[in-house]
């Protein structure tokens, strides 16, 4: 069992930053793929950015490449989404997600696990 918590959401202006963070429990983290999704009003939830269990393989999402990176630390049992240039396309709730162990990259949101309560991040134009 896996229990996420996401933080760092709030309300910015285009242009700046913010860094999610989703802190995980249990023992199996560091060998889960993890991802990043978002979900906008009246939309389909869509991927943001996975990493893989040894972080050394990342995706990123055509739409956020170049402003967007993810990370993770597992002595800390936490990913990150680092978020830069926001634009007010980028407003959606933002959800933590932890995929299959030792799993690949996947932009499919039904392969992962476990899910977070998410994060709303708003952008204001």
């Known amino acids: 069992q896996v229990q996420l918590v996401e933080s760092g959401g709030g309300l910015v202006q285009a242009g700046g930053s913010l860094r999610l963070s989703c802190a995980a429990s249990?023992?199996?983290?560091?060998?889960?793929?993890m991802g990043w999704f978002r979900q906008a009003p009246g939309k389909e939830r869509e991927v943001v950015a996975a990493?893989?269990?040894?972080?050394?393989?990342?995706y990123i999402a055509d739409s956020v490449k170049g402003r967007f990176a993810i990370s993770r630390d597992n002595a800390k049992n936490t990913v990150y989404l680092q978020m830069n240039s926001l634009k007010s396309e980028d407003t959606a709730v933002y959800y933590c997600?932890?995929?299959?162990?030792?799993?690949?990259?996947?932009?499919?949101?039904?392969?992962?696990?476990?899910w977070g309560q998410g994060t709303q991040v708003t952008v204001s134009s």
């Open positions: 997600a932890a995929g299959p162990r030792f799993g690949s990259l996947s932009r499919n949101p039904t392969v992962y696990d476990y």
């Open positions: 249990g023992r199996t983290f560091s060998s889960r793929v």
């Open positions: 990493i893989r269990w040894s972080a050394g393989s990342t």
